[in-house]
């Protein structure tokens, strides 16, 4: 059982580690496109962002499906990634003539999220572990509505609008995400760790 905890507490951790940085890639998109590509893959922050978050929600299953891996029964994963990819195709089949690009971001969010849940299950069959998986969909969700504000502000008033709204999801994110994920007890240890980390 304390492992299970401690299992559980780095699952949160690690859920609210990738929703900021998602969140600050997002903010920082733009002039990270400049620097490293050019002025013309510009239009490629509709799906960066939602593709970091596919990143993120993949590393969460790795560590959900870890049931799987204690339980040396790998060979249900090819059942995941299957689904996975009939989910994208199916996606882009009916998405992308309608939305273009956002629909490839949108694609490999719903494939992720397929796996991972997928995965989970089967894992959770095999051997049952005591996640708190409301907090973490609850982060993810709220992580995909402000990516999704963010595109839509974006084509109506440009990349400076998705980046306003980015930043905004962050500063919004950081006290919210803290609230969902973690108790009041775990949050005076995480302000204590940090403020120890910032004093050196």
Known sequence: MGHEAEFDKVLRVFTFGICVAVLGFAMLLVPLLQILASDRYLPAYEVAALIALAL????????????????????FLPIGYGLGILTTVLVLWVFLPRWGLIATGIGVVCAKTIVAGTLTVIAQRIQPMAWSFRPVIMS???????????????????????????????????????LILFTAAERGQLRAMISGVAKG
């Open 56 to 75: 993120g929600i993949q590393g969460i299953g790795w560590i959900t499906e870890i049931g799987i891996h204690i339980s040396f029964k790998s060979y």
């Open 140 to 178: 993810i969700g709220l992580t995909l509505a402000i990516i999704l504000a963010g595109l839509w502000v974006g084509r109506v008033y440009g990349l400076i609008g998705f980046a306003g709204v980015a930043a905004g999801g962050l500063v919004v994110f950081l006290p919210l995400g803290g």
